[in-house]
């Protein structure tokens, strides 16, 4: 469940990138900031936050590995 | 040191310390240095988490990144941070969470240096080896010339005025300025340098040097930028200032076609096939060391573009000065604003970080085609067991110095579209994304499907290349209508979904690999908790 919510997450991020709505919008935020900039900076927080869950959620176990190297070359294995 | 010679020699001096002190530190990383292949060029699998982070961030964020970034900004507006800044903070961090810490682990498990050792082991294929360096060496090539043509363009422009009578040109923004080549030339070798005796060790130090640099610097260029263009008393009203004489079209994307912002998005999965990336990916010390880098670099992303685009929509106001006037080439618009609003020292230093980003990038791809070179051909065909370690060394620091003596000598001709080919170069590498995620997470992949989606990739590729008049046509994009409505993409959605289709198609009516191969890459490994389940099915791919 907790993979799908942020999966599901990624990639309502993903849509809200394309800001079709702010595309002609003149507008300067604390009268500096260009509203199109403001919004896709947000997007940047966004996704960090988006990462930083799904580290502490959906974080990959049983990836360190328990063996050690392979003796044999990978390269040996290939085809002639 | 009187204000004369501060004036004409200031960022030259800091420009050469900087330098200097990249070299001491090169050596100083070389004094850890291990003596075997392994530490030279995956440094021990020893790095943590944040100089991880900052050898990541610093590969990626290349010269486009200050240079770039604000001369697209000046020709196109604000828009180029949400098509290529707020996109890689998404992608870079998948690519790093779902193919980075895989590769990682199966690099560690089975002693894979490059990927072209991953590619030849999971595909049971030597000859793949064979047609993947020439595309990735070729792909490679072009991003390194932009690297170090641009590092002798900012060492001009920061020093024009100090040598008039050597180096006088007819553009008064470069007179006097230390000419290309010998800027150029320096840069290769301050980089060869400590890659040479440092290695990756060396490399990651570096990287992380620059990062802080360039990171540090760039927020000052900023708040400089500001002051001397607003000429208020606060930044807030400096910011206000300057924003507001800035033309409606850049500060909105009346000009931007939504189909290309939108399919621009594709770029960045670049990231996951990138061969420099791969062996820093293989120097984390643990499969833990990744997740600062995942969290932090849409953010470091923004700190470093964000400030870069505002100042490149601030050079198309009126309140920049008539003169000098404003180069011609947008990519000189960063280095021509620290140079005329900022003073020699702290435009010294500014170039300095500028720099910085540059090198922390070429000197990653140099040790890498160095150990594709040295790794995948020689010792790979005479036979890795026949040549020591030190041997191997050797070898590698052999093809380092070639490679970054062909880069400069290719650097030295005319290169008027280099600059454009920086977009082809990804398209490529994103272009083959579909290959490396299906090697990771669709069991079903043969090797013929993976030669089907490389070839595919080359073909389209180099049909649409050839059709956008060799990257010349910037403009160049991929129409598709219906009825009367017609939309433009850009080339890489194409080249990317020929690539996906021929690998699945052909995949699925080939011989699947064996099941010793299967069971050496999706069985001994369990992927995100409650997520991709490797092994078992893949929710991406669907069943085998």
Known sequence: MKKLWIWSLVALLLVFHQDNWFWTDERLVFGFMPVGLLYHAGISVAAACLWFAAIYLIWPEGIEPTETREQQSPQGKAEA | MDA?????????????????????????????????????????????????????????????????????????????????????????????????????????????????????????SDRIGLLLFPILVGLVIPYLLIGVIASGTVIQTMTSGAFPEWFPTSDPGTNGGVPNWLGSLATCLVVLTYVFFGGMRGTAWANAFQTIVFMVLGILAFHVIATRLGGEQTLLENLRKVTAAVPEDKITRIDMSKMRFFTYLLIPLSVGMFPHLFQHWLTARSASSFKLPIVAHPIFIMIVWVPCVLIGIWATSNLIPAKPPLPSNPNAILPFLVKTQTGPLLGGLLAAGILAAIMSSLDSQFLC?????????????????????????????????????????LSLFPQRGVFNLGVWCFSGFASLFPLVFAALYWRRLSKAGAYASILTTIVVWGLLFFLSDFGANREFAVTIGWGEKVVETMPVATIFLFSLVAMIVVSLCSKPPSEQTVGKFFSAVSLPKGGLQIGHKSPTMGDN
């Open chain 2, 4 to 124: 004369a010679f501060r004036e004409q020699f200031g960022e030259l001096i800091i420009i050469s310390f900087y330098l200097l002190l990249l070299l001491g530190l090169g050596l100083a990383a070389s004094r850890l240095f291990r003596g075997t292949r392994n530490d030279y060029l995956l440094a021990s699998h020893s790095i943590g988490p944040f100089l991880l982070l900052m050898s990541l961030f610093g590969t990626t964020m290349t010269a486009f990144a200050l240079v770039g970034s604000s001369g697209e900004a000046f020709n196109v507006g604000i828009g180029v941070y949400g098509m290529l800044a707020s996109s890689s903070g998404i992608i870079h961090s998948l690519c790093f969470f779902l193919i980075g810490i895989k590769l990682w682990s199966l690099g560690r498990r089975h002693g894979y240096t490059t990927q072209i050792q991953f590619f030849r082991d999971r595909l049971e």
């Open chain 2, 369 to 409: 085609l160095g150990t594709i070179f040295s790794n995948d051909i020689v010792a790979h065909y005479y036979g890795q067991e026949k040549i020591s370690d030190r041997g191997q060394i050797a070898l590698a620091r052999i093809f380092i110095v070639a490679i970054v003596a062909i880069t400069y000598l």
